[in-house]
């Protein structure tokens, strides 16, 4: 017995070793793993290392339960969306835009009513019902048919905003006359394909005269972002003829001769279809939101169309190998070609911090966990644009040109690393920081880039700093931008005094996406989860086409 005990004792202690011994081999092998950051090229990098996450990836979107703490969070967000609205309702209801500062409105967007269609959806999921009916009310009294005379309508924007406003509040209501509108605001926008010898569709259109403006080119953002609105119109009405009308765009834009696989110059020519070979390549304006929809055109369709899947994966290696670039300091960004890729230039627009967001959703939806990992660098360069100004908020363009300093831990940030002016005389040339961040256009315009890629990661991930990162912007937001009434766009962000730094805008989007994203990064995951709906360029919601649902025949 005491033979049989030893020998127990023995094999107990040989385990214990065995199994110590594979955890410091797992430990070190994850630091070594972690250290190959450092291969990164320092202008154009490529990740050629097959990374490990350390977060795993699972079959569907996390379900984390409304803590106390994000409650609160949630119902301040509520509140920022009430001031917002209150503020529009009083001084500019059925206008497009309030101006906070003014107190009044404009129809710069043709007379559309385009902040109360663009917010539809929020108000809804908020659960500000007196406010939805109310501008559902409006809705169904608005003539689409009409915009202010002489104006012309900007196809892009309006597909996003009207289109997609009126198909996500529909997609959450299910009113027949949200979509009777929504099918009105796309036949009028349909126009802007007539007369195309290539399928391509004109920028502009004539609404009042139901013609389009004719152009001799067109940015892949205008030809490549009516996908998802107009495919889920036909899916909603049965009729093919707005998926056709998406779908021959798409054509166009895949097969035009490109220099290098998974890039697409920003621009084609409206006449043969070809691409502008000397335009930019970057995930900035004008390109942004067609990367975007090769991959929520897979997430869409329920997984069925696999050639998206295939563009997307084509274009997120290409943009790693080519586009993501480690500035000295060590932080990942996403720089632009110019000139027939013959200068890189080493700045980020904050419309390219939406990009984090996309490569977690694809690494989520794809099982690319490699994608994820640098996702996560990538936003935490765009929360730290934010992060390092005086106010708190991010600017519209940064660069990295800096002196190589290495950058602290996000904790650590002290006001001594906010960037420095530049001697008198220069007054809007700032000093990069210790990270290497230098601001180039220092507006805020109340974008929502950065909390839509917090948002998703924070649903990918279910790591709570991202909420952290998110509560952080929200407060900068609410300390200065909050106006007496309304939201107001910000001049320069390095500066904390508000007086002559309010710009006389608040833009449809800050309703219907910024504090959307905020709103749901603090709510429970199942309201508006993601494994049943994609979310458009603006947030609008739409219910993925599960594989027994319609499917249009030619």
């Not at 169904?140 to 996003?160: K, L, W």
């Not at 920028?203 to 001799?216: E, G, H, I, L, Q």
Request: glycine residues 6%; charged residues 25%.
């Amino acid at each position: 017995m005491f033979l049989m005990s030893r020998i127990s004792l023995r094999g107990i202690f040989f385990t214990l070793l065995a199994t110590l011994s594979l955890l410091y081999f797992m430990h070190f092998y994850g630091i070594i793993q972690s250290e190959r950051v450092d291969i990164m090229v320092d202008k154009v990098s490529q990740v050629k290392i097959p990374w490990t996450s350390g977060t795993s990836i699972g079959d569907s979107f996390r379900n984390s339960e409304l803590t106390l703490t994000n409650h609160k969070r949630q119902q301040a967000v509520r509140n920022a969306m009430q001031h917002a609205w209150t503020g529009y309702k009083t001084h500019a209801f059925g206008e497009d835009e309030l101006q906070p500062i003014s107190k009044g409105g404009n129809v710069r967007w043709g007379d559309w009513a385009i902040s109360l269609v663009d917010s539809l959806d929020t108000l809804k999921l908020m659960e500000m019902e007196e406010e939805y009916l109310e501008a559902k009310e409006f809705v169904r009294s608005m003539d689409f048919g009409r915009v202010t005379p002489g104006y012309m309508t900007q196809v892009f924007e309006m597909t996003i905003r009207a289109l997609g406003g009126l198909l996500g509040a529909y997609e959450l209501d299910e009113d027949p006359m949200l979509l009777k509108k929504a099918r009105e605001v796309a036949d009028i926008l349909a126009v802007a394909f007539e007369g195309s010898l290539v399928g391509l569709p004109a920028s502009y259109v004539d609404v009042n005269m139901k013609k389009p403006v004719p152009a001799a080119r067109v940015c892949i953002a205008e030809a490549g972002t009516i996908q998802l609105e107009f495919k889920k119109l036909s899916q909603l009405t049965g009729d093919p003829k707005y998926r056709k009308i998406a779908e021959r765009a798409s054509d166009v834009l895949e097969n035009a001769t490109k220099y290098h696989s998974g890039l697409y110059p920003m621009y084609l020519n409206t006449v043969n279809g070809q691409y502008d070979h000397s335009a930019s390549l970057s995930m900035g304006a004008g390109a942004d939101s067609f990367y975007e929809y090769q991959l929520k055109q897979y997430i869409l369709h329920d997984k069925a169309e696999e050639k998206y899947k295939d563009q997307y994966v084509a274009s997120v290696e290409a943009v790693k190998a080519k586009l993501v670039a480690k500035s000295d300091s060590g932080l990942l960004y996403l720089g632009q070609w110019r000139n027939n890729m013959t200068v890189f230039v080493r700045e980020m627009e904050h419309l390219a911090c939406f990009y984090p967001g996309l490569m977690a959703l694809g690494a989520q939806v794809l099982d690319r966990p490699q994608d994820l990992m640098i996702s996560e660098e990538l936003a935490r360069t765009c929360y730290l644009s934010y992060k390092t100004t005086a106010t708190g908020l991010g600017p519209e363009t940064f660069s990295f040109s800096e002196p190589g300093q290495l950058p602290p831990a996000v904790d650590d940030i002290t006001d001594d690393i906010l960037p420095v002016p530049a001697p008198l005389g220069y007054p809007k040339i700032f000093q990069p920081n210790k990270y290497g961040i230098t601001p180039i256009d220092t507006r805020y315009i109340l974008r929502p880039e950065t909390v839509e890629s917090l948002f998703i990661l924070y649903r990918v991930t279910d790591d709570p700093k991202y909420q952290e990162w998110g509560w952080d912007i929200f407060n900068a937001i609410e300390k200065h931008t909050k106006a007496e009434v309304g939201y107001a766009a910000y001049v320069n962000v390095h500066d904390v005094n508000s007086n002559g730094n309010w710009i006389d805008s608040m833009e449809s989007f800050f309703m219907a996406e910024t504090l959307k994203y905020l709103y749901l990064l603090f709510s429970p995951t199942d309201l508006i989860s993601l494994d049943e709906f994609v979310l458009s360029t603006e947030a609008h919601p739409f219910r993925i086409i599960k594989n027994n649902e319609t499917v249009l025949a030619d």
